[in-house]
């Protein structure tokens, strides 16, 4: 690119945005944004976007996050306000905090990407280009590499995606335009378009493991491997199709051994560790938790299969739980331990609403028609309290059912131990049940109408 590095670079971009456009669009978004930190790289995306987004009458957008980890970073921000304003760019910033940790770089990413996220959906843009390049994503498949990371972590990073557990939003997508492309041409770039950028100087903290990476290593490797970045980059796009047919077996593997929202662990034992491991790290993705270690699978393994069967298997996770109960495998969000029986209660009227919520217990109570119910004008008439059950309650299924105890019915449909810790009932003032959540109404001696209750929990 050195004869014309400003026509070539330019052309490069249009092919890729418009391939980016074509995987995930049916028709050319209208709006697009470019996460702006005023850098180099940022830089020269805002540059090339603009000259793109001018031809094809696309609205541009700037979005700039201020972490104020460094003193300089008001002046980043007004310098990137009044290069947009100088280009006719729309800008928008946000301002966001990061605490101190074990980790800085990686708390840094995760508020700036929520702050992009942000931004997008405030001014509806669908596409968010970052300016990540060729050596950018060499250093990302060394570090994981070196992190001893498996298929998924060495696939690095794909030109297009959609990252809603980093944007927050599943409609938004996420272009790297500049994949394919050096930095050095990016500088190149840069020099020739007579660019300013500021330059940020965190970049050359040594701390920083993608720091020493960059200006200890990978010198290092140029110059007993030159041009190590693309093939370093084509390896990743190899782990990338094997990450694909890896995702494929998973999805294969998940219907085979679905049981509802559960899996069967009968049926789990038929794989091998490795595609066992590999379909639950499938259902940690599908339920966007964190992806767990390799050792970590390898024990909640030998707790699942290994465990005696009336044991009560639970496995905690940062974002989650497994649990083990009858033939079945739970994933479950971590929640708050059940506040002590009797401790809370809520006295409430039914005025006729089709749902009453409560944020105490995480649910919502639904009065919906029936052709079997409860009367509603008796029903209107009762002071009524929602609370989780003290034990020794008993509930007539149906009319033609005997009067068994909770736990009894609990059991008959096969709802885990924990699960029925977080079901509230429905009772009068005076104590008598009305409805038990999971179950269903009391059908002994309540007046026949034509209402039924049903509780809903909070996903």
């Given at each position: 690119m050195a004869d014309n590095p400003t026509a070539l670079l330019a052309d490069a971009f249009e092919r890729a945005l418009e391939d980016i456009q074509s995987r995930v669009f049916t028709s050319a978004p209208s709006a697009m944004a470019i996460a702006y930190s005023g850098g180099l790289d940022s830089s020269a995306l805002l540059h090339l976007a603009k000259i793109y987004a001018e031809a094809r009458s696309i609205a541009l957008y700037a979005f700039h996050v201020h972490h104020g980890l460094s003193r300089h970073a008001d002046s980043w921000l007004a310098y990137c306000e009044g290069e947009c304003r100088?280009?006719?760019?729309?800008?928008?910033?946000?301002?966001?905090?990061?605490?101190?940790?074990?980790?800085?770089?990686?708390?840094?990413?995760?508020?700036?990407?929520a702050a992009l996220g942000e931004l997008c959906s405030k001014h509806s843009a669908p596409l968010l280009l970052t300016a990540?390049?060729?050596?950018?994503?060499?250093?990302?498949?060394?570090?994981?590499?070196?992190?001893?990371?498996?298929?998924?972590?060495?696939?690095?990073?794909?030109?297009?995606?959609?990252?809603?557990?980093?944007?927050?939003?599943?409609?938004?997508?996420?272009?790297?335009?500049?994949?394919?492309?050096?930095?050095?041409?990016?500088?190149?770039?840069?020099?020739?378009?007579?660019?300013?950028?500021?330059?940020?100087?965190?970049?050359?903290?040594?701390?920083?493991?993608?720091?020493?990476?960059r200006h200890e290593i990978m010198p290092v490797l140029l110059r007993?491997?030159?041009?190590?970045?693309?093939r370093i980059a084509r390896g990743a796009r190899h782990a990338q199709s094997a990450q694909r047919l890896l995702e494929e077996l998973a999805a294969q593997d998940f219907v085979d051994c679905a049981d509802g929202e559960c899996l069967s662990l009968s049926r789990l034992r038929q794989l091998n560790a490795d595609r066992i491991d590999n379909l639950l790290r499938y259902w940690f993705t599908l339920r966007g938790m964190r992806m767990p270690s390799t050792a970590w699978l390898a024990e909640m393994r030998e707790q699942l299969f290994d465990g005696k069967e009336d044991a009560q298997i639970h496995v905690t996770h940062p974002d989650g739980e497994v649990r083990r109960y009858r033939d079945r495998v739970y994933l479950t969000a971590r929640q708050q331990e059940q506040i002590s029986s009797g401790a809370a209660s809520i006295s409430f009227r039914w005025n006729g609403e089709r749902s009453i919520e409560f944020d105490g217990f995480q649910g919502r109570l639904y009065f919906e028609p029936a052709e079997q119910g409860i009367d509603a004008q008796w029903l209107r008439a009762l002071q009524l309290v929602l609370r989780?059950?003290?034990?020794?309650?008993?509930?007539?299924?149906?009319?033609?059912?005997?009067?068994?105890?909770?736990?009894?019915?609990?059991?008959?449909?096969?709802?885990?131990?924990?699960?029925?810790l977080r079901l509230p009932v429905v009772c009068t003032a005076d104590g008598r049940l009305l409805f038990a959540a999971g179950i269903g109404l009391n059908w002994c001696d309540l007046p026949s109408g034509k209402v039924s209750l049903r509780w809903e929990a909070q996903s």
């Open positions: 100088r280009l006719g760019i729309i800008f928008d910033a946000r301002r966001v905090s990061v605490e101190a940790g074990d980790s800085i770089e990686q708390a840094a990413r995760l508020r700036r990407y990540h390049h060729l050596d950018d994503q060499a250093e990302t498949v060394l570090l994981q590499l070196l992190r001893g990371a498996g298929v998924a972590g060495l696939s690095g990073m794909e030109t297009v995606s959609r990252a809603p557990d980093l944007l927050g939003n599943r409609e938004l997508v996420l272009g790297r335009p500049l994949l394919g492309v050096s930095r050095a041409e990016l500088e190149s770039f840069v020099v020739a378009a007579s660019i300013t950028h500021v330059d940020d100087e965190s970049n050359a903290d040594l701390r920083y493991a993608r720091n020493a990476l007993h491997f030159p041009g190590f970045e693309q989780y059950r003290i034990g020794g309650e008993r509930l007539k299924a149906a009319q033609n059912r005997p009067t068994r105890s909770l736990k009894h019915h609990y059991q008959a449909l096969h709802i885990p131990a924990w699960e029925r």
